[in-house]
């Protein structure tokens, strides 16, 4: 009797093992799942802007909202709230995801995150020189970042749907590819499209930060208390001149990545649950009702023996996914196509130029800076991964969703310039898509052997 019982718990300990210790999995999924959620939030947008009641929709979004309390009132559109507020959650579940890759995931290993580096580097440069040469302008210049950055939703929803053709070490890679794509985005903000910084507001936003950390220090595990000095570094940040947003990238790398308070008595605690439960299992069986105490205990247990970084994560992640991107996506994908005329030249060149830089100038860059990267002996391919693989993350690269236009919207004032850039990076980002989804059919081949994702879950 003893050996059934010995494997059944080897087992559901390979079960717990295997969904406490895959949070790449989970990500991936999550942002899978978020591309349908993002698409239909973007075709509703389209429908919605393009519609007879076209003039509710700008009316909609500018319905102007106020907090505060007392005297100390902040009143802005809803569309501010959603695109300098909610997206500083976006921004937090980045940061937390770019720490916790730099302390255990890809990029914390030099030799595997040389190659996404060096990849994503070029998915930066080629798109950038590609928008410039179509737009020398000064005026027109400005909009060189739009199509530099890669949506990392869409971006893996798109090769979800290319099933066992795609060797794990591809997902790995793009996930990395369009992390370090992040981390160059958000420099792009900070530095290219911030106005002049004011020294009162980052000493207001230093407050925040130290506020953070010392909380850290006395021990405070619980999510609430943290939420003052981050609102600190968030207005500190709008009033220095900085993308308040930018607010979410620092909290999420000041979380720490390791678990040292009350690890002991949460392992005993845990342990004392399973203890409970496997004696209740064989006194009553058949009395699923007795296991519940039991299981609340676990539960809990189990998530507050998570990092903090991987705790916050997983509790923001599906919020950021399934809502605030979608809410942003109803907001700002409402392109009128009425008013978008390519005839004027200024709008046809800035059209040209997020357009071609996505469809063009990523899988160029991309393929040809891992060329580069592999050929000078600085990385190599991972293994299963050959130049078509490569070539299709390419152009999987050139969907530029969320982060495309959130650096539309700081890149220009004009809004005739915004349509008609935002129209661009949904055409191209569409074009990147269908593209990569037939490339990727024509040339991958499932590996043999290979398991669909979900029958290997199981």
């Not at 059944?8 to 999995?25: I, M």
């Not at 909202?65 to 100390?72: D, K, N, Q, R, S």
């Not at 296991?291 to 923001?316: D, F, G, N």
């Amino acid at each position: 009797m003893s050996r059934p019982d010995s494997h059944d718990e080897l087992t559901r300990g390979q079960r717990v093992a295997r969904r406490v210790l895959k949070p790449l999995e989970q990500f991936l999924q999550i942002e899978a799942a978020s591309g349908i959620v993002l698409f239909v939030a973007a075709a509703a947008a389209l429908l919605w802007a393009n519609s007879p009641w076209t003039a509710s929709y700008d009316a909609f979004w500018h319905t102007p909202i106020t907090l505060g309390v007392g005297e100390l009132v902040f009143t802005q559109s809803l569309h501010f709230w959603i695109n300098d507020g909610l997206m500083t959650i976006f921004f937090l579940v980045v940061g937390l995801e770019i720490r916790r890759e730099m302390h255990d995931g890809v990029l914390s290993r030099p030799s595997a995150a040389m190659l996404p580096l060096i990849a994503a580097l070029g998915g930066v440069a080629a798109p950038a020189i590609i928008y410039v040469a179509i737009n020398p302008d000064p005026a027109l210049r400005s909009g060189w970042a739009i199509p530099t950055a890669t949506d990392i939703a869409f971006a893996v929803g798109v090769l979800t749907l290319l099933g066992k053709r795609v060797p794990p070490a591809l997902r790995i890679m793009l996930l990395a590819l369009a992390i370090i794509d992040d981390i160059v985005a958000v420099l792009v903000i900070a530095f290219a499209y911030s106005s002049g910084v004011e020294l009162s507001g980052l000493l207001l936003a230093l407050a925040g930060v130290v506020g953070v950390i010392v909380l850290q220090k006395l021990g405070v595990a619980s999510a609430m208390p943290y939420v003052a000095p981050g609102a600190v570094v968030w207005l500190g940040l709008l009033r220095a001149g900085v993308h308040p947003t930018l607010a979410g990238v620092v909290l999420g790398l000041l979380t720490p990545v390791s678990q040292s308070f009350r690890r002991e008595s949460l392992l005993g605690t845990a342990a004392r649950a399973l203890e409970e439960i496997r004696d209740r299992l064989h006194r009553n069986p058949g009395d699923a009702h007795a296991l519940a105490p039991s299981l609340r205990r676990l539960k809990v247990a189990h998530r507050e023996l998570l990092t903090p970084v991987e705790r916050v994560q997983l509790t923001l992640h599906p919020w950021v996914a399934y809502g605030i991107m979608p809410l942003f996506a109803l907001a700002n994908a409402g392109v009128h196509l009425s008013g978008v005329s390519l005839d004027e030249e200024a709008l046809a060149s800035v059209a040209s130029g997020v357009f071609f830089g996505l469809l063009l100038g990523k899988p160029i860059g991309i393929t040809l800076a891992s060329y580069l990267a592999v050929r000078t002996g600085l990385s190599s391919l991972p293994p299963g991964v050959g130049w078509l693989a490569i070539m299709v993350m390419g152009c999987l690269g050139g969907i530029g969703f969320t982060m495309s236009i959130f650096i539309t919207n700081l890149a220009f004032e004009q809004q005739a310039l915004i349509e008609s850039a935002k129209l661009a990076i949904l055409t191209g980002s569409a074009a990147a898509a269908v593209g990569g989804l037939i490339f990727g059919r024509a040339v991958l081949r499932p590996a043999a052997g290979t398991t669909s994702p979900a029958h290997a879950e199981h």
